[in-house]
């Protein structure tokens, strides 16, 4: 397949700046996301899920946002669920490989993740720092997480280094259960054309969400037969055997590039 000339993000190449902690304004930007709904298009709309879309400007990809509903969900346990890496390779049937590269503090990690692509897609690999919040009484929980570079973790030859521009979860306590608010945009780098990427996103996304939903109720049952129920991203003084790193370590490597020509 040809190379195909498209308009890459230009959000994308903001990954050669410093990385830096998300902030508060980040998760008030996150919630005025999933909460506003001018300038988006509402592609689905059932009881329990609604689909939107948003063009960016500077980019071919749409911005992603998904409204669920989540009955007999406990919000702790939706977000559990985001965290737990044992459980991860338990429901997300798309996972290659996951690793915990390092901690930078409490509320902030770093993590490797590499994800399976339906044929004839080349496997796509990500490197994300994730930056968490519980707001306590208010009953929001939210998780944000976005692309870096790792020094010690080069472009792969096997897969394309895709890029999170932004992904976060909303997770907030309803009558019934929970509810759920996603919002994703990503640039999945290769030679895809955009059409292509944005129709996609319509049903992986959903689909996702729907996983999500089972895994959630499912969780507790699995966690209480497991030899440990360790939640760091609860429970600080369980990341003492998690690797430390510094924010630092976070920059654009050196190492030649793969040249990117398949999709």
């Not at 692309?147 to 909303?170: E, M, W």
């Not at 996983?211 to 037969?225: H, T």
């Amino acid at each position: 397949m040809k190379e195909l000339k498209m308009k890459k993000c230009v959000s994308a190449q903001t990954l050669v700046n410093p990385p830096r902690i998300a902030e508060d304004i980040d998760f008030e930007n996150l919630k005025n996301l999933v909460d506003k709904h001018l300038e988006w298009t509402l592609e689905l709309n059932k009881p329990a899920t609604q689909v939107y879309t948003k063009p960016v400007k500077g980019c071919s990809f749409n911005m992603l946002k998904i409204l669920a509903n989540f009955e007999d969900c406990h919000p702790d346990t939706l977000f559990d669920v985001l965290f737990d890496p044992d459980y991860r390779k338990v429901w997300d049937s798309h996972m290659l490989q996951s690793r915990e590269i390092g901690i930078i503090n409490v509320n902030n990690d770093v993590g490797y993740y590499a994800m399976n692509c339906p044929p004839p897609l080349k496997p796509r690999d990500f490197v994300l720092m994730r930056s968490w919040l519980d707001t306590g009484p208010k009953g929001e929980q939210m998780l944000l997480s976005r692309s870096v570079l790792h020094k010690d973790y080069p472009h792969l030859r096997g897969f394309i280094r895709a890029h999170s521009i932004l992904t976060g979860f909303l997770i907030r306590k309803s009558k019934n259960g929970c509810f759920l608010g996603y919002v994703a945009h990503c640039d999945p780098q290769g030679a895809l054309p955009s059409w292509l990427v944005n129709k996609v996103t319509h049903t992986v996304g959903p689909k996702m969400v729907k996983d999500l939903r089972k895994a959630a109720l499912g969780y507790e049952r699995w966690k209480s037969s497991q030899p440990h129920r360790r939640k760091p991203w609860r429970f600080p003084e369980e990341m003492m055997n998690i690797p430390r790193m510094l924010i630092t370590d976070c920059f654009e490597d050196n190492q030649p590039k793969i040249s990117v020509k398949e999709v």
